[in-house]
Protein backbone atom coordinates (compact mmCIF):
# COMPACT_ATOMS: atom_id res chain seq x y z
CA UNK A 1 0.00 0.00 0.00
CA UNK A 2 1.08 3.28 -0.84
CA UNK A 3 0.31 6.29 1.39
CA UNK A 4 0.92 10.31 0.63
CA UNK A 5 -0.21 13.56 1.37
CA UNK A 6 -3.31 12.84 -1.13
CA UNK A 7 -4.33 9.72 1.14
CA UNK A 8 -3.97 11.23 4.18
CA UNK A 9 -5.94 14.29 3.17
CA UNK A 10 -8.68 12.15 1.41
CA UNK A 11 -9.31 10.02 5.02
CA UNK A 12 -9.36 14.07 6.78
CA UNK A 13 -11.94 15.43 4.30
CA UNK A 14 -14.35 11.64 4.81
CA UNK A 15 -14.08 12.39 8.25
CA UNK A 16 -15.49 15.88 8.31
CA UNK A 17 -19.13 14.70 7.65
CA UNK A 18 -19.66 11.83 9.65
CA UNK A 19 -17.38 13.73 12.41
CA UNK A 20 -20.63 16.35 11.69
CA UNK A 21 -23.28 13.40 11.97
CA UNK A 22 -21.79 11.80 15.35
CA UNK A 23 -20.85 15.66 17.55
CA UNK A 24 -24.88 16.52 16.40
CA UNK A 25 -26.23 13.06 17.80
CA UNK A 26 -24.24 12.69 20.38
CA UNK A 27 -25.61 16.15 21.24
CA UNK A 28 -29.53 14.59 20.97
CA UNK A 29 -29.04 11.51 22.93
CA UNK A 30 -26.67 12.31 25.82
CA UNK A 31 -23.51 14.36 26.81
CA UNK A 32 -21.55 11.14 27.77
CA UNK A 33 -21.55 10.28 24.69
CA UNK A 34 -19.42 13.24 22.84
CA UNK A 35 -15.78 12.08 23.79
CA UNK A 36 -16.64 9.12 21.72
CA UNK A 37 -18.54 11.02 19.17
CA UNK A 38 -15.33 13.25 18.62
CA UNK A 39 -12.84 10.49 16.92
CA UNK A 40 -13.68 10.87 13.70
CA UNK A 41 -13.07 15.25 14.22
CA UNK A 42 -9.78 14.60 15.62
CA UNK A 43 -8.72 11.79 13.51
CA UNK A 44 -9.63 13.98 10.91
CA UNK A 45 -7.34 16.97 12.03
CA UNK A 46 -4.68 14.32 12.57
CA UNK A 47 -4.85 13.29 9.23
CA UNK A 48 -4.37 16.91 8.06
CA UNK A 49 -1.53 17.64 10.32
CA UNK A 50 0.01 14.15 8.95
CA UNK A 51 -1.04 15.08 5.45
CA UNK A 52 1.22 18.42 5.79
CA UNK A 53 4.04 16.30 7.04
CA UNK A 54 3.82 14.32 3.69
CA UNK A 55 4.01 17.78 2.08
CA UNK A 56 6.81 18.84 3.70
CA UNK A 57 8.64 15.82 2.77
CA UNK A 58 8.04 16.10 -0.39
CA UNK A 59 8.78 19.72 -0.94
CA UNK A 60 11.89 18.94 1.14
CA UNK A 61 11.01 22.22 3.90
CA UNK A 62 12.39 20.39 6.97
CA UNK A 63 10.59 23.54 8.97
CA UNK A 64 7.22 22.28 7.70
CA UNK A 65 8.16 18.87 8.28
CA UNK A 66 9.52 19.64 12.00
CA UNK A 67 6.41 21.56 12.84
CA UNK A 68 3.98 19.05 11.58
CA UNK A 69 5.52 16.20 12.48
CA UNK A 70 5.51 17.43 16.54
CA UNK A 71 1.53 17.54 15.79
CA UNK A 72 0.83 14.83 14.77
CA UNK A 73 3.01 13.34 17.64
CA UNK A 74 0.68 15.27 19.99
CA UNK A 75 -2.38 13.03 18.67
CA UNK A 76 -0.71 10.11 18.27
CA UNK A 77 1.46 10.05 21.52
CA UNK A 78 -0.56 12.11 23.84
CA UNK A 79 -3.98 12.39 22.76
CA UNK A 80 -5.13 9.18 22.26
CA UNK A 81 -3.78 7.71 24.97
CA UNK A 82 -5.40 10.12 27.23
CA UNK A 83 -9.25 10.47 25.42
CA UNK A 84 -9.54 6.99 24.96
CA UNK A 85 -9.91 5.84 28.11
CA UNK A 86 -11.76 8.90 29.42
CA UNK A 87 -14.24 8.75 26.76
CA UNK A 88 -15.37 5.27 27.85
CA UNK A 89 -14.84 6.64 31.56
CA UNK A 90 -17.89 8.88 30.39
CA UNK A 91 -20.37 5.69 29.32
CA UNK A 92 -19.53 3.23 31.96
CA UNK A 93 -22.04 2.41 34.51
CA UNK A 94 -20.47 0.30 36.73
CA UNK A 95 -18.27 1.77 39.44
CA UNK A 96 -14.99 -0.38 39.31
CA UNK A 97 -14.99 -0.20 35.63
CA UNK A 98 -15.37 3.86 36.52
CA UNK A 99 -12.60 4.07 38.40
CA UNK A 100 -10.14 1.83 36.55
CA UNK A 101 -10.99 3.87 32.81
CA UNK A 102 -10.23 6.93 35.03
CA UNK A 103 -6.87 5.68 36.52
CA UNK A 104 -6.09 4.54 32.84
CA UNK A 105 -6.61 7.61 31.51
CA UNK A 106 -4.27 9.39 34.26
CA UNK A 107 -1.84 6.79 33.38
CA UNK A 108 -2.05 7.62 29.97
CA UNK A 109 -1.66 11.07 29.85
CA UNK A 110 1.36 10.77 31.97
CA UNK A 111 3.11 7.91 29.76
CA UNK A 112 1.89 10.92 26.77
CA UNK A 113 3.48 13.77 28.67
CA UNK A 114 6.67 12.06 29.18
CA UNK A 115 7.23 10.95 25.74
CA UNK A 116 6.16 14.21 23.82
CA UNK A 117 7.38 16.95 26.41
CA UNK A 118 10.94 16.06 25.48
CA UNK A 119 10.38 16.18 21.56
CA UNK A 120 9.09 19.32 21.90
CA UNK A 121 11.72 20.52 23.98
CA UNK A 122 14.59 19.14 22.40
CA UNK A 123 15.05 19.10 18.41
CA UNK A 124 16.89 16.21 17.81
CA UNK A 125 14.42 13.94 20.18
CA UNK A 126 12.69 13.34 17.06
CA UNK A 127 13.37 12.86 12.86
CA UNK A 128 11.24 11.52 10.07
CA UNK A 129 12.15 9.32 7.90
CA UNK A 130 10.57 7.48 4.49
CA UNK A 131 10.24 3.71 4.69
CA UNK A 132 8.96 1.94 2.05
CA UNK A 133 6.06 4.35 1.06
CA UNK A 134 5.77 5.12 5.07
CA UNK A 135 6.35 7.59 7.42
CA UNK A 136 8.62 6.46 10.44
CA UNK A 137 8.66 9.10 13.58
CA UNK A 138 12.12 8.16 15.43
CA UNK A 139 11.67 9.36 18.32
CA UNK A 140 13.89 9.04 21.18
CA UNK A 141 12.40 8.46 24.32
CA UNK A 142 13.43 8.95 28.19
CA UNK A 143 12.40 4.94 28.70
CA UNK A 144 15.14 4.14 26.39
CA UNK A 145 17.51 1.77 27.96
CA UNK A 146 14.83 0.93 30.65
CA UNK A 147 12.45 -0.60 28.68
CA UNK A 148 12.41 -2.12 25.01
CA UNK A 149 10.20 -0.22 22.43
CA UNK A 150 8.62 -3.65 22.37
CA UNK A 151 7.38 -3.18 25.79
CA UNK A 152 6.61 0.60 25.39
CA UNK A 153 4.35 -0.23 22.09
CA UNK A 154 2.55 -3.24 24.35
CA UNK A 155 2.19 -0.52 27.16
CA UNK A 156 0.39 1.83 24.52
CA UNK A 157 -1.72 -0.76 22.82
CA UNK A 158 -3.26 -2.21 26.08
CA UNK A 159 -4.08 1.55 27.48
CA UNK A 160 -6.01 1.80 24.03
CA UNK A 161 -7.52 -1.72 23.47
CA UNK A 162 -8.55 -2.49 26.87
CA UNK A 163 -10.32 0.84 27.29
CA UNK A 164 -12.14 0.27 24.53
CA UNK A 165 -13.29 -3.47 25.69
CA UNK A 166 -14.17 -2.18 28.76
CA UNK A 167 -17.04 -0.14 27.26
CA UNK A 168 -20.75 -0.99 28.05
CA UNK A 169 -21.99 -0.58 25.01
CA UNK A 170 -21.36 -4.03 22.49
CA UNK A 171 -21.00 -1.80 19.17
CA UNK A 172 -18.05 -0.01 21.03
CA UNK A 173 -16.47 -3.38 21.89
CA UNK A 174 -16.65 -4.44 18.25
CA UNK A 175 -15.18 -1.19 17.16
CA UNK A 176 -12.16 -2.00 19.67
CA UNK A 177 -11.76 -5.22 17.77
CA UNK A 178 -11.86 -3.63 14.42
CA UNK A 179 -8.85 -1.56 15.93
CA UNK A 180 -7.29 -4.26 17.80
CA UNK A 181 -7.07 -6.16 13.95
CA UNK A 182 -6.06 -3.13 12.74
CA UNK A 183 -2.68 -3.16 14.68
CA UNK A 184 -2.16 -6.80 14.31
CA UNK A 185 -2.08 -6.54 10.91
CA UNK A 186 0.19 -3.14 10.92
CA UNK A 187 2.73 -4.89 13.43
CA UNK A 188 3.16 -7.36 10.98
CA UNK A 189 3.36 -5.83 7.82
CA UNK A 190 4.24 -2.04 9.12
CA UNK A 191 6.26 -2.84 11.82
CA UNK A 192 8.78 -0.05 11.37
CA UNK A 193 6.20 2.38 10.73
CA UNK A 194 3.90 1.59 13.45
CA UNK A 195 2.19 4.61 14.70
CA UNK A 196 1.54 6.85 10.98
CA UNK A 197 0.09 3.09 9.50
CA UNK A 198 -1.91 2.22 12.70
CA UNK A 199 -3.46 5.50 13.19
CA UNK A 200 -4.02 5.98 9.34
CA UNK A 201 -6.29 2.27 9.50
CA UNK A 202 -7.69 3.74 13.18
CA UNK A 203 -8.62 7.30 11.30
CA UNK A 204 -10.90 5.24 8.64
CA UNK A 205 -12.38 2.85 11.03
CA UNK A 206 -13.57 5.58 13.02
CA UNK A 207 -16.34 6.28 10.51
CA UNK A 208 -17.88 3.46 12.10
CA UNK A 209 -18.86 5.74 14.60
CA UNK A 210 -21.71 6.79 13.12
CA UNK A 211 -23.21 3.35 13.23
CA UNK A 212 -23.12 3.35 17.20
CA UNK A 213 -24.52 6.19 17.48
CA UNK A 214 -26.93 6.05 14.73
CA UNK A 215 -27.91 2.88 16.88
CA UNK A 216 -27.77 4.45 20.35
CA UNK A 217 -29.40 7.44 18.99
CA UNK A 218 -32.29 4.82 17.58
CA UNK A 219 -32.85 2.99 20.92
CA UNK A 220 -32.82 6.46 23.11
CA UNK A 221 -35.76 7.30 21.05
CA UNK A 222 -37.88 3.93 21.13
CA UNK A 223 -37.38 4.26 24.87
CA UNK A 224 -38.70 7.36 24.85
Known amino acids: MCFSATASFAVAAVLVPAGAYCVSTA ?47 FFSHFFWLAWVPFSMFCLADIQWRRRLLLGMSAAGAFFGLTTILPIYL ?62 LGTSVFFSHTLISVWCFFAAVISASIVVVLAIEHRCARIAA
Open 27 to 73: SQIGARWMPLAVYPVVFSIQQAVEGVVWLGIDSGNQAVVYGASRGFM
Open 122 to 183: LTDWLSVELVEHSIEYKAVMIYDGVFSRQTLRGAYGFIILSSLFLAPNWWIRFFGGLIAVSL
